[in-house]
């Protein structure tokens, strides 16, 4: 039998109005921030997984040709030029193998690989698409964009004369696995292929416009010789790609563009989604402490003439200051444990009522351990910070005046 | 036998600054013995609960020297004077201020729990030891509401004496009880007095129950009789 608990938990229960009062907020609010984190981060890594499941995290391309001054302007005199920017039409990646292998080193770069791409037509039975002519190495590709869970039809395969293409398009041309198309580049070459998958990429317009062959076709096809255009790259931790992007640039001299610059709007709605979403969790927050002390700061002046006989009979300050902090701190930590229920709970009929078309969830609510327990921490902090005047209001309590009340 | 309690020249004002300052005790010297018994008595606003509020060490006199258990005790902070009021003090209220949260044994515990913190097997025992010397031993695990005035007032009456204090202090303790009662509620006074050898000061109105004291202190205008 503990002074500080026995007496915080009896007058808990005894002030069993009270105490339901300000459980019921200290759950409300929980409840509310549980929801709000798991609904915003569960939407938050579902738009992001969806949105770079055909993209590479980090894109290496050759850095722009800039015009360079052929005689530079004297010193003090003023040099008048209207310079027009060039055109990068020829600008590719030679001598690529040593970079690729220099970016597949790097830490955190889980996959990468050398891309060949340029503008084309497709053609089959008299219909002509434009599509952008993709050449990979299947292998290294896949390490950087998944494609099992694309697969519509056929096999994943990319041998000599092979082609992997979008839904769209292989509706468009009348094209199944095995069918054949023929393949023309801008600059007039071509080269007939066999179909050997039809891919979903998520989007309709790449479906319509991605093909996939093998790199030396498209090379061939395009005219760079043994260049590349980009090398892609993928890294394992998604959100550090600006620093990665950074390092790989510095380190191969190429321009490196990460997924959130190339996904700028994005970003930028992830962002302010995830700051309102944290104002709305902090002022929960604060509402929550101004319950908690508010029903406290009623419950010390309620208790005061009890208060001065403890502090009559030879009770601490600091004891007293003790129950009432630890009653903010139970009420935190239960009103937590309520609401991380009922947050779950509501968090869960959420993505059992939001079903896309398909009758799947719309987006997984992310659920995970470290928000209850973090929730439970702060809730405890929180319970116990609010609890501090209250507390220190009932532990300077002049005996004399408590008990004449 | 040794002195329990000595005030010497104990004066108490309140006011100061803006507002007039007014003297309540003017000065006062007394002695309580070991084990004695004494009534405190005197017209209201004669300075009896400044008196005993002194005495209580809930409130620091103005000037004067009090000294409790052979110890000086005034001029202490708040702590100090905390740690002396759980050790050497008992209180018994007017009202007896029992906390309805808890049974009659956890309120007798309470003065122990309060001052150590937690509660020994031996302090159970002393605690039910007590309520069965005052006819509660039943009655140990009931809140003070489903008990009657005098039980309530009794339960009070042995809470003062669980931590062995040296000064028993009650504050008109048969004030709000029927005649019979309070007279029950004073001759058990009396009684743990001679078995516990407390020493006990009691403010009292009632002149028939201060006869019963064998020492009367009269308090008139701030200043003893």
Same mark, same amino acid.
């Given at each position: 039998m503990n002074f500080v608990w026995t007496v915080a938990w009896r007058l808990l229960r005894e002030g069993r109005f009270q105490s339901a009062l300000i459980l019921g907020g200290v759950c409300i609010g929980v409840a509310v921030v549980v929801y709000i984190t798991a609904i915003v981060n569960g939407l938050q890594a579902t738009i992001v997984e969806r949105t770079l499941s055909s993209q590479a995290h980090v894109v290496l391309r050759p850095a722009d040709r800039l015009n360079q001054p052929v005689m530079p302007a004297a010193k003090g005199a003023i040099a008048l030029a209207d310079v027009r920017k060039r055109t990068q039409r020829e600008n590719t990646i030679a001598n690529w193998a040593r970079l690729l292998q220099l970016v597949k080193a *790097?830490? *955190?770069? *889980?996959g990468a690989a050398a891309m060949a791409s340029g503008p084309g037509v497709a053609q089959q039975g008299g219909v002509r698409k434009s599509v952008t002519l993709m050449g990979v190495n299947l292998a290294d590709y896949r390490q950087v964009v998944r494609l099992d869970n694309k697969l519509?039809?056929?096999?994943l395969q990319l041998g000599s004369g092979q082609v992997l293409i979008g839904k769209e398009l292989a509706a468009d041309l009348g094209l199944t696995p095995g069918s054949r198309l023929r393949l023309q580049s801008a600059s007039g070459a071509q080269d007939s292929v066999q179909v050997s998958a039809v891919l979903d990429f998520g989007i309709k317009d790449l479906n319509r416009r991605w093909v996939l062959l093998p790199l030396r076709s498209a090379q061939n096809l395009l005219g760079y010789r043994l260049d590349i255009t980009e090398i892609y790259v993928r890294t394992s931790r998604l959100y550090e790609a600006e620093t990665l992007a950074a390092n790989l640039s510095a380190a191969t001299g190429l321009t490196a563009d990460s997924w959130q610059s190339s996904n700028g709007q994005l970003v930028t709605a992830l962002k302010s989604q995830r700051a309102s979403s944290l104002m709305i969790r902090v002022f929960v927050t604060f509402a929550v402490a101004l319950s908690i002390a508010s029903v406290l700061v009623v419950s010390v002046v309620q208790r005061q003439r009890e208060i001065g006989i403890l502090r009559a009979m030879g009770t601490p300050a600091a004891r007293i200051l003790g129950v009432f902090l630890l009653q903010g701190g139970i009420v935190g930590l239960l009103g937590s444990l309520l609401g991380s229920l009922l947050g779950a709970g509501m968090a869960v009929g959420f993505s059992r009522i939001a079903h896309t078309e398909d009758g799947s969830p719309l987006f997984p609510v992310a659920l995970d351990s470290e928000l209850f327990v973090s929730t439970a921490l702060i809730a405890f902090a929180v319970g116990v910070l609010a609890a501090l005047l209250p507390a220190l209001r009932a532990a300077r309590l002049d005996p004399v005046e408590a008990i004449r009340g | 036998m040794a002195d329990v309690l000595l005030l010497q020249a104990v004066r108490k004002s309140y006011g100061g600054g803006a507002s007039p300052r007014v003297e309540v005790l003017h000065g006062i010297d007394m002695a309580l013995e070991e084990g004695s018994f004494a009534a405190l008595i005197g017209p209201s606003g004669s300075g009896k609960s400044t008196l005993l509020n002194i005495i209580g060490l809930l409130e620091p006199p103005t000037a004067g020297e009090l000294h409790l258990a052979g110890k000086l /005790?005034?001029?202490?902070d708040d702590a100090a004077r905390t740690t002396l009021r759980n050790r050497y003090l008992g209180f018994i209220f007017q009202f007896h201020h &029992? &906390?309805? /949260?808890?049974s009659a044994e956890e309120n007798v515990l309470m003065p122990m729990l309060a001052g150590v913190g937690r509660i020994s097997r031996a302090d159970r025992e002393r605690a039910r030891m007590l309520l069965q010397r005052v006819g509660l031993a039943e009655h140990a695990?009931?809140?003070? &509401?489903?008990?009657?005035g005098g039980q309530q007032q009794r339960v009070a009456i042995v809470r003062a004496l669980m931590n062995r204090p040296r000064l028993v202090l009650a504050d008109e303790?048969?004030?709000? &009880?029927d005649t019979q009662t309070a007279a029950e509620v004073f001759a058990l006074l009396h009684e743990l007095n001679r078995e516990e050898g407390t020493t006990f000061l009691i403010v009292t109105h009632d002149p028939r129950l201060a006869a019963t004291c064998p020492r009367q202190l009269k308090l008139l205008d701030g200043r003893l009789l």
């Open positions: *790097t830490p *955190t770069v *889980t519509v039809s056929g096999q | /005790a005034s001029g202490l &029992l &906390l309805p /949260a808890f695990h009931k809140r003070p &509401l489903q008990l009657s303790p048969t004030g709000n &009880l």
